[in-house]
């Protein structure tokens, strides 16, 4: 196998693992609280869930760069093998999602957990509570939107 | 457009018609009361006491009793319980509850004689199940207990020793002959044991247990052997787990009152609303006062109302004073009503500010629509929901919340055909209104985001500038916000290679700023450095605008899931390729429709609100009954 390739293949595999482990860990740790809540009052169940689910984007987001990598190396027809700047291209631009997400994924399921333990007292706030968690999803998106332009431009 | 204008009104009347009056003023639902603060009136007209001791027990009760009865009864609550229609009782229906009442108060007493016997016993089986724990390690002892017991010249006993300790025990009572020791379990803590020993021996065999941590345990049956008991005591559980069961079903047995219960709980919660309201009021022993904020428009009817329950009443009416909060209540109409929420959910706008859902509401639909980005998902949003609307009963903010995604979702067909995605596919638009593909020209879309980000920035601007302008200050709109506009708008132009115009919008923006951004410090220092902290709100413009990019990354994550479902199920056998397209996409779409709102809510609360808004409104709570269960049709 080229070097080229294997590279381009380490960095769809880096951005896809980082980040699943921070909304793996981001989701566990909010549901946590949501189970705790749920079981003290079933009705808020919908709302708990919603506000459990808000840390599982970021592993989508790693999931998409590299899903695109793959698109770029054309894995589904006639493969494009990279060479190896390109490759290199590929997992440098892997990295920003890759990283950002693991970090932000666990930060937000921990604050998720606050604002799941904020509906439990207050279930009329629940629409406060998850805009402040979101406000933490702002930098995965960036750090998504950054990988996406260099591994689009990669090759 | 606007918020809703208020008036203070104030009403006199004679005591014995305030039953009827705070009746009606709670049926019309449009009077805030408020709390009298004036100190003169102490002595003529002291304050009333507040609330209901015997009404607040009856509710309680009747609560409990709809919940425990519900729950015994298997009455189901799901979170599709709110599209349902609430039943409609009229006055005759409330006659009847209200004749019903004993019974209904006698059923809840039973049911809680009932749940008191469930707790005797659960906690009786607690106390088996501690025993069936004890029990569990001695399982393998097939000696019945009976027989371990002392004889004339021999101790028997059972106890436990520390684990780490058995072999060391066992090899010094080997030494002992008139001892025999016999392990029945042993877990990583204690070891079970069995101890015969001769009256002689049983001195120095307890000095050697000793030393292990011995300690005696009486097996908590009687006779038999363990297993035997355990058989048994796991019978006597489940002879009282039945006993619970057939509580709970005389409990159950109340379920045909449930109706009568609801529509009580709610006749005494609108009583109870009104002793609350009666604390704020002021009395003598003939008359009363009462002091509450009223929507403009109201005030016609609510004099004919007040009038024709008792002629003798004095009502006035006047507008608030300056330095008067008056509560904030917003009023707009068809399409911009379901973006209230939007602000609500932020701050309610001050009373003598300005209601913004309508500059906000069109920009909040387009940010969602470029989010959401594809037009099949927004199909199936603007379709969809304004069909559940219609035919279920959501009420409240659950509704306006799908009004706002409803017409984001309309927002959403569009830019989704400008874009060319549906539901992940592409080349279905036609060129002619194709305007780019933000996969393939990331830096146009990027221009594009940025673009609606300034303008909706300078939107926000705008309106603080007219604000300014309206109260009188239009100095304060050049230096605040025209400059600005200068500046900030003098960038684009300089990019685009009209030099000498964007160099001269730009001096001309930041000479402003820095002369003026220090007018209102004291002295003269101040004034100087004013500008310059002025002009370091630069770097949070920086923030707003790069803030907007948001938009092109919420978007690609909606069309690359979309792409790979669709790629991931043309992979698969025909089934199962329907199965994952209908699963994935329902997927996508929830997820990054929850997305685009909250990221649209962020871009309007913190980019935007912060330009303009005045927030801190008090909210318009009028006196109403809030019906929880049933709603109670009035008969006029």
Redesign the interface.
């Known amino acids: 196998m080229e070097l080229g390739l294997i590279l381009g293949f380490l960095g769809a595999a880096i951005s896809v693992f980082l980040s699943g482990i921070g909304s793996a860990k981001g989701v566990k740790v909010a549901g946590d609280a949501a189970s705790g809540v749920t079981a003290e009052n079933p009705e808020l169940f919908g709302k708990v869930l919603v506000m459990q689910l808000l840390p599982a984007t970021q592993g989508i987001y790693g999931f998409l760069i590299g899903f695109i990598v793959l698109i770029k190396i054309n894995i589904f027809g006639a493969m494009t093998i990279p060479t190896v700047t390109q490759g290199l291209s590929l997992l440098v631009g892997c990295l920003p999602v890759g990283v950002v997400c693991l970090v932000s994924g666990i930060l937000q399921g921990k604050l998720a957990a606050s604002c799941i333990g904020m509906v439990a007292r207050r279930p009329d706030q629940s629409g406060k509570g998850i805009t402040m968690t979101v406000m933490v999803e702002t930098y995965a998106v960036l750090a998504l939107l950054a990988s996406f332009l260099m591994v689009w431009f990669a090759m | 457009m606007a918020i809703v204008e208020m008036k203070k009104c104030t009403l006199i009347a004679l005591k014995q018609d305030e039953q009827k009056l705070l009746k009606k003023i709670q049926r019309m639902g449009c009077m805030h009361v408020l709390e009298i603060a004036d100190k003169e009136l102490d002595e003529q007209m002291p304050a009333q006491s507040s609330g209901d001791e015997i009404l607040e027990r009856k509710l309680m009760k009747l609560e409990w009793g709809i919940k425990e009865i519900g729950r015994a009864s298997g009455e189901k609550?799901s979170?599709l319980d709110s599209f349902k229609a609430r039943p409609v009782i009229d006055e005759s229906g409330v006659a009847e509850a209200l004749k019903r009442e004993d019974e209904v108060f006698r059923a809840i007493a039973d049911c809680e004689q009932a749940e008191k016997d469930i707790g005797a016993v659960r906690a009786d089986i607690s106390l088996l199940e501690s025993r069936l724990h004890q029990l569990a390690p001695w399982e393998s002892l097939d000696t019945p207990v009976e027989a371990i017991t002392d004889t004339k010249h021999s101790r028997v006993f059972t106890g436990t020793i520390a684990a780490s300790k058995q072999a060391l025990v066992e090899e010094k009572l080997s030494e002992l002959p008139l001892v025999s020791v016999e392990s029945v379990f042993m877990d990583s803590q204690l070891s079970y044991i069995v101890v015969f020993a001769h009256r002689d021996a049983y001195q120095d065999a307890m000095e050697i247990l000793r030393a292990a941590d011995f300690t005696k345990v009486v097996l908590p049956i009687g006779e038999g052997r363990v297993k035997d008991g355990e058989k048994k005591i796991r019978e006597e559980i489940s002879a009282l787990e039945k006993n619970i069961e057939e509580h709970r079903q005389t409990m159950g047995k109340n379920a045909p009152l449930l109706p009568t219960m609801k529509i009580l709980a709610d006749v005494y919660s609108a009583d109870e609303k009104r002793a609350e309201t009666e604390g704020l009021l002021r009395a003598s022993d003939k008359c009363f006062m009462l002091e509450a904020w009223v929507p403009a428009e109201a005030e016609t009817a609510v004099t004919e109302k007040l009038t024709a329950i008792s002629p003798s009443i004095a009502l006035e009416f006047r507008k608030p004073a300056e330095d008067e909060d008056a509560p904030s209540q917003m009023e707009n109409k068809g399409i911009f009503r379901p973006f209230e929420t939007i602000v609500e959910?932020y701050s309610l706008p001050s009373y003598h500010g300005i209601d913004p859902v309508v500059v906000m509401a069109p920009f909040f639909a387009c940010f969602f629509g470029m989010m959401v980005s594809d037009a099949g998902y927004g199909l199936i949003m603007a379709i969809l929901i304004p069909l559940i609307l219609k035919f279920t009963h959501v009420k409240g903010?659950m509704r306006k919340i799908l009004g706002v995604v409803a017409i984001g979702g309309v927002a959403t067909v569009i830019w989704g055909a400008l874009f060319d995605t549906w539901f992940g596919m592409s080349n279905i638009t036609p060129a002619s209104i194709k305007l780019l593909n933000p996969?393939e020209d990331?830096l146009n879309m990027m221009i594009l985001c940025i673009g609606l980000g300034v303008l909706h920035l300078f939107t926000g601007l705008g309106v603080a500038a007219y604000m300014n302008i309206k109260r009188g200050h239009p100095w304060d709109a050049v230096c605040d916000q025209l400059f600005w506009i200068f500046f900030i708008g003098g960038v684009p132009v300089l990019l685009i290679g009209q030099q000498t115009l964007g160099m001269a919008l730009i001096l001309i923006g930041v000479g402003g700023i820095l002369i003026t951004g220090g007018r209102k410090k004291k002295n003269l220092i101040g004034k100087l450095t004013g500008g310059l902290s002025s002009l370091y709100g630069v770097t949070s413009w920086l923030s707003d605008i790069l803030?907007y990019?948001?938009l092109?990354?919420?978007g690609?994550?909606t069309g690359?899931?979309g792409m790979?479902i669709n790629?991931l199920a043309g992979m698969l056998p025909l089934p199962f390729a329907i199965i994952v397209l209908l699963g994935a996409h329902t997927f996508n779409l929830g997820?990054n429709a929850?997305?685009a709102y909250?990221?649209s809510?962020?871009l309007q609360?913190i980019e935007y609100f912060t330009k303009f808004y005045e927030a801190d409104g008090k909210p318009f709570v009028p006196l109403t009954a809030d019906n929880r269960y049933v709603d109670i049709k009035d008969n006029e």
Do not use: E
């Open positions: 609550k979170m959910n903010t996969m990331p803030s990019s948001r092109f990354g919420m690609l994550a690359v899931i790979v790629m997820i929850l997305g909250v990221h809510c962020r609360y």
